[in-house]
């Protein structure tokens, strides 16, 4: 048989994994005390688990084999269907060697030791259920070949072995193993509004499931009889079910871009899920614009006065003008001499309209940088760490090299960044692109010192990388005066700009800007403008972007004599305002100096932009968002979901742009009230208990599973 079998080589756990071991126990008997089945507890307590050192798999062995003639195979991860329902059948069972990291402490992607060891070994005690999973599997491995009956018995496997719940005197209690050791999963079981259904072979085959999100639905039995009882009928049943046609139109065996689900944070998802689940709750998560200034009706109007310009302009009838705009037109755009005089006035920035292309929205700017500029293969990007996640969920959906960059209340961390830049270099890779916010930062606030950013654009210069500038929030600052542009003091030619309509007009628009005036020489040795070889790719991408709302920009900006300055300024003073009464609320309700539990929690004061940056001295995952949703009615964003690995595991971002004065202080009211609990109850457990083990479980089928 195929498989990786190996040996556990226990002299290869270091002291932190014993530690993380421990930490996770210790949170997993808090956690299933009276509330998870008594026959999971009763294997559990049958197995003597070692708490403070990782487990010995012999030494469950010598305990599993006396209770239940059962073995545990060390395996190094996934292991093909059909070698896994062979080693079950065989009385095997194969468990991960590997353990979490401590990082991964709540949530770990990959299989491992603890939850194939709490979750599901004590359940091979018993004697009835593991009557149900040998059965289950000589079953299973006749139908190994066949990829809809083996998805078709997943479902069965799902809604038992992991999900499952047993009726035990009146008391609904999970035995699963991915419910028992996921409290955020018990949770959902015990809200009223999730159905749990009589255990139903045909219901469990028609029902979907998705292992990396809380389960829709359960299925409870009453006894484990009911398991080994429904497999007499499981394959007259399953049979009807393939005769079916498969009506939820699902493509099996068809995998997309494998980097989707690689390392890919869905923050989003995750955030716009909690808010429409908790929709009283004040979310200070979305950095959205405020729409109180949104002028969408008046601003589309402004199509006319650009085509009376073009009109006067060309000499052409308007009816001519208007289908020209209609018609297919340029990728680089239409109203770049427009952009190129608003750049002028409002952002020193001296470019012409050709070395402009116009973008739908900063995101596809992002997309047409990096594939003109980088090669998979050879070129790095480089990226603040922590940082806003456009940049870098791009390159990794299309696996282009990317490395993170610390930032400290300056900005990026130019020592760092130096550091960096000499050891890419030197292993043979090129950085070739730094993706910078130097204004209020999304995520943290931070903003760049002049000294700094002309530091950067020397780096810039020496090392020979751009610089992609996204300058997003530069106008939106609540000082006396902007700050000068990394493109408007670029004497070297090493930025490229990346500009938004999104916040300073409205996000329907879906308009942004490049502005690149280098030239690169390239393979042949002949100069070409870069701006040039983006537009090769744009017309790849989107052909060009939509001339309708080029010519609404277009005539928004000559209504307004190509600035937004002035039309703005009661939108920047509307949001300083709110900046300032966050500042204030928090103040009031957490007092540093006054308040012993407010004594470790800290928050930046930017001078522009939307977000805040707050530090507490507790662990902050989108457990603490769900908690704090759930029982305070406030939303924040954890930091962590912006670093391209690890960091921010203590700090949260704030975000006040579309909320009232009265919902900010408000929502600050609630946020002082969960911070509050959490420092005071010091109980670790709270916010940790929830062991998410979702994404370790079959995705929709029963392949190369281990557990
Ligand atoms: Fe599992």
Not at 138 to 163: D, P, Q, V
Not at 479 to 501: C, M
Not at 523 to 535: C, H, Q, R, T, Y
Not at 578 to 583: A, C, E, F, G, V
Request: glycine share 6%; with cysteine.
């Amino acid at each position: 048989m195929d498989q990786k079998e190996i040996n556990q080589d226990y002299n290869s756990y270091q002291k932190e994994d014993h530690d993380t071991w421990a930490l996770l126990l210790k949170r997993h008997k808090a956690l299933y005390k009276n509330c998870v089945s008594k026959e999971y507890v009763n294997g559990f307590n049958k197995l003597r688990l070692h708490e403070s050192r990782i487990v010995r798999i012999s030494e469950i062995n010598e305990r599993l084999e006396a209770l239940s003639g059962w073995n545990l195979i060390p395996v190094t991860g996934l292991i093909p269907t059909r070698d896994f329902f062979y080693l079950i059948v065989n009385k095997k069972y194969p468990v991960t060697i590997f353990l979490r990291k401590p990082h991964e402490i709540d949530f770990s992607e990959q299989p491992d030791l603890f939850h194939d060891v709490c979750g599901h070994v004590p359940l091979l005690t018993n004697e009835k259920f593991v009557k149900f999973l040998t059965a289950f599997s000589i079953i299973a491995l006749k139908y190994a070949a066949n990829e809809r009956a083996i998805n078709l018995l997943g479902r069965l496997y799902w809604f038992t072995y992991e999900m499952g719940i047993i009726n035990e005197e009146n008391l609904r209690k999970p035995y699963g193993g991915a419910i028992i050791t996921s409290a955020e999963e018990i949770n959902n079981m015990n809200n009223k509004e999730v159905p749990i259904h009589p255990f139903d072979l045909d219901l469990i085959f028609q029902a979907s499931f998705n292992p990396y999100k809380l389960q829709k639905e359960y299925f409870v039995i009453e006894s484990f009889d009911d398991l080994f009882n429904c497999l007499e009928n499981v394959e007259t049943k399953l049979i009807e079910h393939l005769s079916l046609p498969d009506n939820d139109y699902t493509i099996r065996n068809y995998s997309l871009n494998t980097c989707i689900g690689k390392d890919f944070k869905n923050v989003i998802g995750f955030l716009n899920d909690v808010q429409y689940k908790f929709p009283k709750a004040i979310s200070f998560v979305a950095g959205q614009p405020d729409e109180y200034f949104f002028d969408i009706e008046n601003n589309i109007s402004k199509f006319d006065r650009y085509v009376n310009h073009i009109v006067a302009k060309s000499g052409k009838s308007r009816k001519a003008v208007i289908n020209g705009i209609g018609q297919y037109n340029k990728t680089k755009g239409i109203i770049n001499d427009i952009l190129a005089e608003y750049l002028k006035n409002d952002e020193n920035i001296n470019l012409t309209g050709d070395d402009i292309i116009v973008t739908v929205g900063a995101q596809e700017a992002f997309s047409i940088i990096l594939s003109t500029v980088c090669n998979r293969a050879t070129d790095v990007i480089l990226v603040e760490d922590p940082s806003y996640i456009g940049v870098s969920s791009f390159a990794k959906v299309f696996d282009y090299n990317i490395s993170g960059v610390r930032i400290d209340e300056n900005g990026i961390d130019l020592k760092e960044l130096k550091r960096k830049i000499i050891e890419i270099n030197g292993s043979g890779k090129q950085v070739k692109l730094l993706y910078v916010i130097p204004d209020y930062q999304n995520p943290s606030g931070t903003c760049m010192p002049i000294g700094n950013r002309l530091m950067l654009l020397e780096f810039a210069r020496q090392y020979n990388f751009l610089i992609i500038e996204d300058s997003v929030y530069n106008s939106f600052t609540y000082e006396q005066k902007k700050n000068p542009t990394l493109k408007s003091l670029d004497r070297n030619n090493k930025v490229i700009y990346v500009g938004s309509f999104s916040k300073s007009l409205f996000p329907g628009l879906r308009l942004g800007l490049i502005g690149a005036n280098q030239r690169i020489e390239n393979e042949a040795g002949d100069s070409v403008a870069l701006i040039d070889e983006m537009a090769k790719i744009k017309a790849q991408l989107t052909n060009n972007t939509s001339t309708i709302n080029q010519a609404i920009l277009g005539g928004v900006l000559l209504d307004l004599n190509c600035s937004l300055s002035e039309s703005s300024r009661p939108k920047f003073e509307s949001y300083k305002r709110k900046r300032d009464q966050m500042i204030s609320s928090l103040q009031k309700y957490i007092k540093v100096y006054e308040f012993d539990w407010a004594c470790d929690i800290k928050w930046n004061e930017p001078n522009g932009g939307f977000f805040i940056k707050m530090s507490v001295p507790f662990v902050i995952n989108n457990e603490s968002v769900y908690e704090s949703a759930s029982e305070y009615n406030v939303i924040f964003c954890p930091m962590r979901n912006f670093y391209l690995q690890n960091g921010g595991e203590n700090d949260l971002r704030l975000t006040f742009s579309n909320l009232s004065l009265d919902e900010i202080e408000k929502g600050i009211k609630q946020l002082s009230q969960y911070l509050k609990s959490k420092v005071i109850a010091k109980d670790i457990s709270i916010s940790s208990k929830k062991l998410d083990h979702r994404s370790l479980e079959l995705p929709t089928t029963l392949t190369s599973r281990t557990d």
